[in-house]
């Protein structure tokens, strides 16, 4: 198994509706350091897993949308929970929708919300149908 | 699958009978900065895989009875050589106990003993028997 | 010269008023992982600079009212751009204040923002007069 | 699932043929940092995965021929485009060589080319046939 | 004293003439990870030390001329030992240059060329004469 | 001013003597992860501050003595209360020694005990008088 792992980051603001969240009801914010892991089983002709460059930018521009903005008022999480993990998912459908047709295998995405806390999501991607 | 991890520290004293330790037979010490991480195939109706506060406390309650400790005085390590993948495995049975009821996937337990060393132990957690 | 840092770590919310914030302007967010270093000449009759417990305790305690928070709905930030630099100030001058009288010397406090960035600041903390 | 890591860097040149590869394809460098990560299920009569003075020499010797060389240089890689993928398999099979015999498990050997890429590649590691 | 800090790197080969570098005197290379820490006694109007995005440009277009490239055939080193001592102040002056004009104070260029070793160098940096 | 930093670790147990330290008054331990940093005014006919393979050694001839050990046994610590500080300035005198002829300028030695901790001793280094 191979693998290629890029890195990135948001900057964002939201609120977590339910008592279990504690303080964390409360508008607040979070550096999210983002991890993607592309792992697939052989390299292509350039001996790569996916283009690293195509690949660091496909992690941006899933990642645009949502930095410097308050969740809370994004359309596309309305009535959600904006969760660590959630969002894990939530990046990882958005990177794989960029990099359909360049890359099948597994996909790991991992948000470092601190020196002391982190969460993800992994499945795997298949490529776009013709 | 969804994962979360919470990070801890301990600071032990210990030595390690068997030549293959070599100058780590003395009495001597490590650092180990514990990573949990808790996976799993589903995320319940808080958008979690587990409440990551809960997490935490059942780290540091697990690592507690070991922390500031010389390992070679303790009950519950006599007659064993507790290296870094033994302590692991402890550390992991630990802490799925404190999390039994309330979790249920796998549980990675990671511990970095420097810059350049770590070891770890990760199985299944089953949820506690009614 | 004798330094001790300790670290800790909150996520809140804010925005920043100027257009040289560009995208920063909105609501967005942060998790800022604080480095305080406590820096002196001399050790004191134990060898420390500080009691570690006490210097981690005293920035706890500093960041408390700001974790989880929007820093633009908190009336001591009234009027103000929270930039990490006014941030690192503000900080400086809560954890100051919670040492004065146990730590005379420089304190450094240090905002880490994301892998890339981060913004302090450093001046001499005076112990408290009686 | 037990686990052990050692960590080691090496230092080195090399220039990369093909389109894909833009700017590198000019002759530039790179430091990887080199974590070989051993992978069983049950521990030895010393509580150990492998022996980690032994892992971190296996490594070591690994990574020798190829520390600050070019990589385009050296024989055995004549003909082919050493992307960090295709070097981790390289030396991944360098090191399973080293420990065949002491070790039989998984091996996982990663290659943190910076503070936003790494690459990898991880495979059973066969004892030795006698 | 504020500071503000941000992250970039370059990949590049060199060879370094004189037997004190021992193996470093063949054709190898580096990732440099470089920090450049704006340091100044007061903050502007806007509350900051320099536009964080502006330091960031600034640094990337000092490293641009040196990335991915092999340091022995580029005409600014010509006849120079291209130490990452003697790189951390050609670094320094061109983000120097970059920045005159919006920015006075100290100037601190490090670089990390692997995990166990960096350098770097320190200096004013003058506003650019009128 | 140019500084050069390189990086090495050890494992010691300790105990601490004095009710400031609380549980640390019992016998425990620690990795100490050590930074040694050379600074001074201008590079050698070689572009370097201090060889860097050099300092590399001296550091880790001056950490041998203390590594694997428990610190309470040893004699050229009796009577003495082994704090990280206290430790950070011994490890600086050691170091010191080593490179006295070789260097001149101010050293910096860091000592990381844990991800939320450190502490260090920075000071003049003299060449040895002839």
């Given amino acids: 198994m191979y693998f290629v792992t890029v890195r990135d980051h948001i900057m964002i603001a939201h609120s977590l509706r339910g008592d279990v969240f504690g303080p964390a009801q409360r508008v607040h914010g979070a550096t999210y350091v983002v991890d993607a892991e592309f792992r697939c089983a052989s390299l292509d002709a350039n001996n790569i897993v996916i283009d690293i460059g195509f690949a660091a ?3 941006k521009q899933a990642l645009e949308p949502l ?6 008022a994004l ?5 959600s929970v904006t969760t660590t993990e959630f969002l894990a998912r939530y990046i990882h459908g958005q990177v794989a929708a960029k990099v359909a047709g360049a ?5 790991k995405v991992t948000l470092l919300e601190s020196h002391v806390a982190a969460a993800g999501y992994e499945a795997p991607v298949s490529p776009r149908a013709g």
């Fill in 67 to 72: 930095n410097y903005n308050n969740l809370d």
């Fill in 103 to 107: 890359f099948a295998g597994s996909l």
């Fill in 57 to 59: 930018t496909s992690l």
């Fill in 75 to 79: 359309p596309q999480f309305a009535g």
